[in-house]
């Protein structure tokens, strides 16, 4: 009650915020008579000014409101569209760095061009993300128009953009692209041997379009680039035959925390199938000898059991193909980790992909926090602000509408059973449909829109359907749903991104008719008959997990002032009324005698199943931020790793840091050679000296070096590493060694440091289990991995400087005039495998008799 007064009294803080913009705005509109004497040749002229004076103080915010008024003018005249009040107040807001929360149809593909140029005048670059490739193209080519009259570069990142064009991209000075783009353009340059061969640019600056989506939605997924590994199909076809063999009684699930487990007959039941199969190791399922075995069943019964064909994935072109559960659309080139997505394509028998080995990794979190300043725009922000806030360090600002929303928002109707809904749901269709009112009907998965669309097809009710396997007509069906008696059926938020007009698209219908004056007339009086039917209708077929997808389908109607209504048909067989507390409901339904199409309409419904939400929506974020709180450890160790090979792409004296290394793994050496008699072993220092120095040693060799003093120890070492590089050089030249040492570095840092990345990927899946212990497991994982990270760093050393004392260059005669393509051999141990190869087949887990190690991990690997 106190705080509701003093909102009355002075307004509550998103007010002052609104409020505080507004001497802003006017110091912007001022200049609008100005600015409109211009001619088009004078309006890159003054960019080139606003550059300058940029350059000079770098204050941006003493240019804003010239930059503004310069985009808006700019808009007119290339697009015929002026920028309103708000969506100036939703650039401003944009550019200091906030979530702009601005309602469907308020043209937030238009308010980012405010910030976007203002902060290009930096010459530092803007990149604008969006949820896919079809709306970075439209609005880098639509939006690109301004910028370009306005003197500025503008370039569009998509799944199909060539390698070697995406440097020039990345030098204009707005980029538009996805976020899988620009993330996996990161994760792919931090791989690359030579500063040439990267793309990307300084993190300067970042607009997120549909922020929630890309921020909150898609952060549960790590991003990772992967390589195959050895092939396992066989097991998970047998694994999958196994659990598909399995009754009720020999799994528990639990649908909330989407996990599986097998029961004590369960795994009694598997241990016999595989001991039939000659599989099992011992008499023990869950032997560490069967530690793979117990990893597949587990991914078969996950497939089977918890993963649903046409939800959570479509089967194409004979391969799995993932649905983002939040959008409906298909994740191109995305799989599930862990071996989940072998096993589902055992289950659904197409061809098994191998399982992969991870290069490199990171968050959506991590990658967008590397941006010095980063900020968003969606319809729906405010229920998850704290979370923006939390993780990114973002505001969220709610932008007043241009005109008041006049949509009707109706209670939740809630019926019994499916059925009883689906026939609610196509009576309501149909009424609309005779009035010729348009209707966009939400559900929740392929699915169901399927099976929607089939009542449809038995009324004889002609739709459009919009989901993952219509990907490619997305915008355009989207698009068309406002025309009179369209009934468009799409999962979840697909077609995100475009308007829904009254009347439908005028561009779009202009484009299909030959006459194109007639068609402007047809669409005004079509566009009134809509608004005369009451505007768009919005029927949502269940509650989704999260409030924002719901208010992002409700947001499709309504847009601009249009008038529009939105309901909500739920069962309560639907999912998040099935797994959080139907049966109460049921029964109070029973014991109020409601008769078989009767529903409940009550406002204390509602509040229910919003708490209902919260919870999911609690629990997800809970998931995040232990993805995130993983993930923040790995993410200092990779800053680590790729600022030292960015050093390492840069330096022009490479010598001064292999240098350094060799006089580390030298100075250790030195330290145990230096330990009392009676624990000096002898074999290991010889050992240890011959691999730094690549040349064989005997015992009175170690005993004189035992003798020398520290100095002299010290200049004997380095006088051999020393006397290696001149062999080298005098054979390549002194630039091609350094380009040797270099290239050898980065590939032993890449090596290890993806080495790193599964051990880090194991330790992550057991550490859960010190919880039992009453130890914190992130803790553990901080401490676990930090000392994993230690011997990494002093493995990499070691290594370098051992391949550096073994390599040995030749020059082929044909290449004596370009030394640059030389070619490199490995002065290799006494007993490598490698000197037989051609006679022997050498397994790659074979151990290598010079080395102890696996031959991939040694010799194996020089090849």
């Known amino acids: 009650m106190k705080l509701n007064f003093l909102n009355k009294l002075f307004g509550s803080t998103n007010d002052r915020k609104i409020n505080a913009l507004r001497p802003i705005i006017e110091k912007i509109n001022g200049l609008e008579k100005e600015i409109e004497k211009l001619s088009d040749n004078n309006f890159a002229e003054r960019t080139n000014n606003l550059k300058k004076i940029v350059s000079d103080n770098g204050d941006l915010d003493k240019v804003l409101p010239e930059a503004f008024a310069l985009v808006r003018e700019a808009s007119k005249r290339t697009i015929g569209q002026r920028h309103y009040d708000v969506q100036l107040m939703g650039g401003i807001v944009l550019h200091q760095g906030k979530i702009s929360e601005m309602k469907t149809g308020e043209g937030k593909t238009l308010v980012a061009t405010l910030a976007a140029y203002l902060n290009a005048l930096t010459d530092k670059g803007v990149h604008i993300v969006t949820v896919n490739d079809y709306l970075a193209k439209r609005d880098s080519e639509w939006m690109g128009q301004i910028y370009k009259f306005l003197g500025l570069t503008v370039g569009c990142l998509t799944n199909e953009t060539p390698d070697e064009d995406r440097k020039k991209i990345y030098q204009s000075d707005i980029v538009y692209g996805t976020n899988n783009e620009f993330a996996f353009d990161y994760l792919r340059d931090n791989m690359k041997l030579s500063l040439d061969e990267m793309v990307q640019r300084e993190f300067s600056y970042c607009i997120v379009d549909e922020v929630d989506s890309i921020l909150i939605d898609e952060a549960r997924t790590p991003l990772i680039i992967s390589g195959p590994t050895e092939d396992s199909s066989t097991e998970y076809f047998l694994c999958n035959k196994i659990v598909n063999e399995l009754s009720e009684d020999f799994y528990q699930k639990d649908e909330k925390d989407r996990n599986i487990t097998l029961t004590d007959l ?78 589902i394509e055992a289950k659904e028998g197409v061809p098994i992909q191998n399982e992969n080995q991870t290069f490199a990794s990171t968050t959506y979190q991590n ?199 939105s309901i909500f048909f739920l069962s309560l067989e639907d999912d998040l009324m099935r797994i959080f507390g139907s049966e109460r409901i049921d029964s109070m339904l029973q014991k109020l005698g409601f008769k078989e199409g009767e529903s409940i309409d009550h406002p204390w419904i509602n509040k229910a199943l919003e708490k209902a939400q919260q919870k999911v929506e609690g629990r997800n974020f809970d998931i995040r931020k232990s993805l995130l709180q993983f993930d923040d450890v790995m993410s200092d160790q990779r800053r680590v790793i790729y600022e030292q090979r960015l050093e390492i792409l ?108 599964q051990y880090l990927e194991q330790l992550r899946q057991v550490i859960g289990l010190r919880g039992y212990g009453q130890k914190n497991p992130i803790d553990e994982y901080k401490r676990e991995s930090f000392n994993l990270f230690q011997q990494l760093l002093e493995k990499i050393k070691e290594n370098i400087v051992i391949f550096l004392s073994n390599i040995e260059v030749t020059i082929a005669e044909q290449m004596q005039k370009e030394l640059s393509k030389n070619v490199s051999k490995v002065s290799r141990p006494e007993g490598c495998l490698l000197e037989n190869s051609d006679k022997n087949k050498i397994s790659r887990n074979e151990k290598c008799p010079a080395t102890g190690k696996k031959f991939k991990s040694c010799c194996g690997s020089l090849v």
């Open 650 to 757: 840069k330096t022009e004296d490479i010598y001064r840091t292999t240098n350094n290394f060799f006089e580390d793994v030298s100075n250790d050496i030195i330290d145990y050679s230096k330990l009392p008699v009676e624990n000096l072993d002898k074999g290991i220092l010889k050992s240890r000296i011959e691999r730094i120095l690549g040349a064989k040693l005997n015992d009175t060799d170690i005993d004189n070096f035992i003798q020398l003093n520290q100095d002299e120890k010290i200049n004997k070492l380095k006088t051999k590493f020393e006397d290696k590089r001149k062999d080298r050089i005098s054979k390549v030249g002194d630039e091609v060694n350094k380009d040797i040492e270099k290239k050898i570095f980065l590939q032993n840092l890449d090596f290890e440091w993806r080495s790193h990345l």
């Open 266 to 343: 369960g795994v009694d039941a598997v241990e016999k199938k595989l001991a039939n199969a000659n599989l099992l190791q011992g008499d023990n399922f869950y032997d560490p000898r069967n530690i793979s075995l117990v990893h597949h069943i587990n991914q078969s019964l996950k497939a089977n059991k918890l993963f649903q064909k046409d939800k959570d994935y479509i089967v194409r072109d004979n391969a799995v193909q993932i649905i983002d559960e939040f959008t409906g659309r298909v994740l191109d080139g995305r799989r599930y980790s862990d071996g989940l997505h072998q096993a």
């Open 367 to 565: 990658y967008f926090r590397l941006y010095k300043k980063l900020s968003g725009m969606t319809g729906t922000a405010m229920t998850e602000a704290q979370e923006f806030y939390d993780i990114y360090k973002l505001d969220v600002v709610d932008m007043p509408t241009n005109v008041p929303v006049k949509r009707l928002d109706l209670n939740d109707q809630i019926y019994r059973t499916e059925k009883e809904k689906v026939n609610a749901i196509i009576e309501n269709i149909k009424e609309a449909n005779k009035n010729g009112q348009p209707v966009l009907v939400g559900t929740t998965s392929i699915e169901k829109s399927e099976e929607l669309s089939n009542y449809l097809k038995k009324n004889n009710l002609k739709h459009n359907v919009l989901n993952a396997k219509q990907h490619e007509k997305e915008a355009s069906i989207i698009a068309q749903a406002g025309r009179l008696k369209a009934i468009t059926i799409a999962t979840n938020m697909a077609g995100r991104g475009t308007d829904i007009q009254l009347g439908g698209n005028l561009e779009l219908r202009k484009l299909e008719a030959s006459d194109k004056d007639q068609e402007e007339i047809n669409f005004k009086e079509e566009k009134q008959k809509v608004m005369d039917a009451g505007g768009l209708f919005v029927i949502g077929t269940e509650r989704h997990e999260s409030r924002r997808i719901d208010n992002q389908l409700r947001g499709r109607s309504g847009r601009q002032g249009d008038n529009g209504k």
